[in-house]
């Protein structure tokens, strides 16, 4: 099945600043990545997601990459503000798929 | 509009005891996914229904638990001899539709959790 490895696990940037959050997956046949942002006591929410017959995606603030031969996929997050302090996670599927198989999360705290 | 409630939003429970957990999905969503999150770890798929059916049910851990959505809306998994391991986060989402071949992959609306201890 997918694995999928999510780096850093924490991350600090001071406000303004950019922050960026790498994953790898195994699977080949996955085409579909979408992101996550998950506040304390919430639930997971789409932020960005990306198809593998685009390398690049961007929604004002937040953009992600996508690199299929290396089968790795970036979260970049410009101008850092603190309402961007949350858990981040990717994740990968087939685009008509069911499972999405997560990383492992990655902790983002933006200091004012 | 409300989006995906969950019941109770914690539990806490005894090793070997039965425990129920509540998904209210999204009004007119027709696919249910359940998920179990540990700590510090990514949600993992447990099972997926398309309306009543449980259309993938691959990710369910062992025999002791079961899902059901007997009217196509709301959807309970069932934990049987809760086992102390089976302490986590367990999430509810919801989509429009179903994943289709070719076409822009449903978005997950994820409720808040139920936090589930099992001591």
């Known amino acids: 099945g997918e694995n999928v490895e999510q780096h850093p696990s924490t991350l600090s940037v001071q406000e303004g600043d950019s922050a960026v959050i790498k994953c790898t997956y195994s699977?080949?046949?996955?085409?579909?990545f979408p992101w996550y942002k998950q506040e304390l006591g919430k639930g997971p929410q789409l932020i960005i997601d990306i198809r593998s017959n685009v390398g690049e995606k961007k929604d004002q603030r937040i953009a992600v990459t996508l690199n299929k031969t290396a089968k790795h996929f970036s979260l970049h997050i410009t101008e850092t503000q603190p309402e961007d302090s949350a858990v981040y996670f990717c994740a990968a599927s087939l685009i008509n798929g069911n499972q999405f198989y997560f990383g492992t999360g990655t902790s983002l705290t933006v200091i004012p | 509009g409300a989006g995906v409630s969950q019941t109770p939003s914690n539990k806490v429970t005894e090793k070997g005891k039965y425990v129920e957990l509540r998904c209210d999905p999204i009004s007119g969503h027709t696919a249910l996914y359940w998920y179990r999150q540990s700590l510090g770890q990514g949600p993992e798929f447990l099972i997926y229904?398309?309306?009543?059916?449980?259309?993938?049910d691959s990710g369910l851990p062992n025999d002791r638990f079961f899902a059901v959505r007997p009217e196509g809306s709301v959807s309970t998994l069932k934990i049987q001899r809760t086992e102390r391991g089976d302490s986590a986060v367990y999430l509810c989402?919801?989509?429009?539709?179903?994943?289709?071949?070719?076409?822009?992959?449903?978005?997950?609306?994820f409720g808040p959790g139920t936090r589930l201890l099992v001591l």
């Open positions: 699977d080949s046949a996955s085409n579909y």
């Open positions: 229904f398309q309306g009543t059916g449980a259309a993938d």
């Open positions: 989402a919801s989509s429009l539709g179903p994943p289709r071949t070719g076409i822009k992959q449903e978005t997950q609306y």
